[in-house]
């Protein structure tokens, strides 16, 4: 999941409002505003290994005190002080589940509908008599040592049968299956559409196509809902998408061909990843620095993880194609619930002008925490927001994902992260698709492979910020390709399988640091169009990679050599791209031209030594000071009025979710 929604996240230090009493400070009002402004927000050039701290401070505003400057306080500021994880957030989160099974339903369900057993044979209707194994024996001919599934004997049938043959004499003439074919229920216990339809032989590629041309509708899908969400708010692109998934999903069962069952996964592609993306967002917004981390994660990790295992077994259990898009479809009408259960996005009402709307939001949440803000921080705040969406819109005017391309060094990194991304999102839906090709019970191994998104997510959790973006994402690239070629040259069954899950567990972590490590990278003022764009351009590589599995038709190894190699390819690849952990992030187009500059590719963050804080203190003359207009993230908030497609999405969704990490508009 599929994007399953992919972010990155830098924590800010805990908000500590403590009110003085009056005269201690000048009052109350006073007293606001100078915690406001000891919180204007300063880079530091470090950090601890678990989190970039984000330090917050203004040297100047404390050693020439003005009564008549507003403070500053934003989204992270205020959010400790309504309650960071209260009641509402907490509620929040659990309604995130139907929108986790939303997601998973959309991304997967196409597998369980067009699976077609091994064995599959021409259909003879004169022999329809006969038990399978006479009928096969005196009708199909055999192909190193197993019967074609495409040819018969080209005979009178009835002759044969009159003149008491048991056996066929491989001198017959063949010919092409006349009368469509039969198939062994066995393994896949229900006649899917590719089954019904005969997608086999010369039509095999059909369900390849409509994979494909899922993903087109992806593409066209996320741009359709991202102007949705910035024109109309995210609750309106959140129901949109989910009724068009439910619709066309619905419709899919009264498909009669090919090109309306085509028609109807373009379609149900629109809600792709949107499905759950735009709840996603609306849920860390509201979730205070300190736990966005592990909301991030485990709604992919428990619920998406959940919803992907459970699956296979619906299908298994219904046995009915039909009955499995309705049922994995009709859940999506709750999404028309949503107005009443979740709020709006405060941070778009912001970029709106709606500051009212989105400080009545805030004082709801307040309420339901059992929380009390002074009247007079939700004016600074109020007036503060109003600040920053003029310098954002006179920001975001200036440039474009064009800006990448105009400097060598940003054209070059720029360059690594579309073909990196481009990489573990093929290898990613690769390895999603190819689990039937494993030599295993295809709802058992999908169930297993699936699962892996669990430890996979919580090893990043655990490691993502002692060893960096870049030998992580290295190794783990390498480490999923090994395991992929190491699985075409053992025994097709258990060992090859477990081998290629293996592969899938790696290109899960690889999948969750990608665009992270795109965020952090690319400057501020064009971040959120750069990781859109990269992000559009592994759902291109995800359009191929149905054509990749289908390979396993001329060999069952080509889809896992070619999934190999191009993860160790992407993994060394990856070596070339700066480090980001305890560094300063790029927010000019100079600063990211000169990002990374002097950095050795043997740098390790975990060896190397950390500045304490009498050396940040020592240095504070020479550190950046950031903009009171800098967001303090990567994407879900590199610009208030960027798509919601283009600063965060997953995958999942596509896939899962990398670090899971965001921050603020």
Not at 513 to 528: F, H, N
Request: hydrophobic share 45%; with cysteine.
């Amino acid at each position: 999941m599929e994007g399953q929604a992919k972010q990155a996240y830098f924590v800010n230090e805990a908000y500590n409002h403590e009110e003085q009493p009056h005269g201690a400070g000048g009052g109350g009002a006073d007293t606001v505003a100078t915690v406001a402004t000891d919180n204007l927000p300063r880079r530091r050039s470090g950090g601890n290994t678990k989190e970039l701290q984000l330090h917050l401070s203004n040297k100047k505003a404390l050693d020439q005190p003005d009564a008549h400057t507003a403070p500053t306080i934003d989204f992270d500021d205020i959010l400790p002080m309504i309650g960071e994880f209260g009641r509402a957030q907490k509620i929040l989160f659990l309604l995130m589940i139907p929108f986790s099974f939303f997601v998973a339903f959309v991304y997967f369900s196409q597998i369980f509908l067009t699976l077609i057993p091994e064995q599959h044979w021409c259909h003879v209707p004169e022999l329809d008599a006969l038990d399978v194994e006479a009928r096969l024996a005196l009708s199909i001919p055999m192909v190193k040592g197993e019967y074609n599934n495409c040819y018969m004997y080209d005979v009178n049938y009835t002759e044969v049968l009159a003149q008491g043959r048991i056996m066929a004499d491989p001198k017959w003439p063949q010919v092409k299956c006349r009368n469509g074919w039969s198939y062994n229920f066995t393994e896949i216990p229900y006649s899917t559409v590719a089954t019904e339809q005969n997608w086999v032989c010369d039509d095999a590629a059909l369900p390849t196509y409509a994979q494909s041309i899922f993903f087109l509708g992806a593409i066209v899908g996320g741009l359709l809902f991202g102007w949705v969400a910035d024109r109309f708010g995210r609750i309106p692109a959140l129901i949109s998408c989910n009724m068009m998934g439910l619709v066309a999903g619905v419709a899919t069962a009264f498909v009669n061909n090919f090109w309306q069952f085509a028609i109807m996964r373009f379609f149900v592609g629109f809600a792709f990843d949107n499905c759950f993306t735009m709840m996603y967002i609306l849920v860390l917004e509201y979730v205070g620095p300190k736990y966005r981390t592990f909301v991030a994660n485990m709604s992919i990790a428990i619920f998406f993880t959940g919803a992907a295992c459970i699956l296979p077994w619906i299908a298994y259990y219904l046995a009915d194609w039909k009955l499995l898009t309705i049922v994995t479809s009709a859940p999506l009408l709750l999404a028309v619930l949503t107005p009443f259960v979740v709020p709006e996005s405060a941070r778009w009402l912001v970029s709106q002008g709606k500051v009212d709307k989105a400080i009545g939001i805030l004082k709801k949440l307040e309420k339901r925490n059992g929380r009390q803000v002074p009247l007079q921080t939700y004016q600074h705040f109020g007036d503060s927001c109003k600040r920053m969406r003029d310098q954002e819109q006179a920001q975001n005017a200036s440039y474009s994902v064009l800006d990448l391309f105009k400097s060598p060094r940003l054209r070059r990194t720029t360059l690594l992260l579309i073909v990196i991304w481009m990489a573990i999102s093929l290898v990613f839906d690769g390895h999603v698709r190819n689990v039937g090709s494993l030599g295993l019970d295809i709802f058992f191994t999908f169930t297993v492979a699936s699962f892996t998104e669990l430890p996979a997510d919580t090893l990043l959790t655990v490691t993502l910020d002692r060893f960096g973006r870049r030998w992580l994402a290295c190794g783990s690239m390498v480490a999923s390709g090994i395991f992929s070629l190491l699985a075409t040259v053992v025994p097709v069954g258990v060992y090859s399988a477990a081998l290629a899950i293996m592969g899938r567990f790696f290109v899960n972590i690889s999948y969750n640091i990608g665009l992270q490590y795109a965020a952090e990278i690319l400057p501020t003022v064009v971040r959120a169009q750069g990781v859109a764009f990269i992000h559009i351009m592994g759902y291109v590589a995800s359009i191929i990679a149905p054509f990749v599995v289908y390979l396993a038709n001329i060999s069952p190894a080509l889809p896992l050599i070619i999934l190999g190699l191009l993860g160790i390819i992407g993994g060394l690849l990856a070596l070339l791209l700066p480090e980001t952990l305890h560094h300063d992030l790029p927010q000019t187009l100079n600063d990211g031209e000169e990002f990374g500059r002097g950095q050795s590719i043997w740098d390790f963050p975990c060896l190397a030594k950390q500045l304490d804080e009498e050396d940040d203190k020592c240095n504070a003359d020479v550190e950046e000071v950031r903009s009171q207009a800098f967001v303090r993230g990567t994407q879900t908030g590199a610009s208030l009025n960027a798509s919601t497609r283009g600063e965060l999405r997953s995958s999942i969704l596509r896939r899962s979710i990398q670090s899971r990490n965001s921050t603020k508009l």
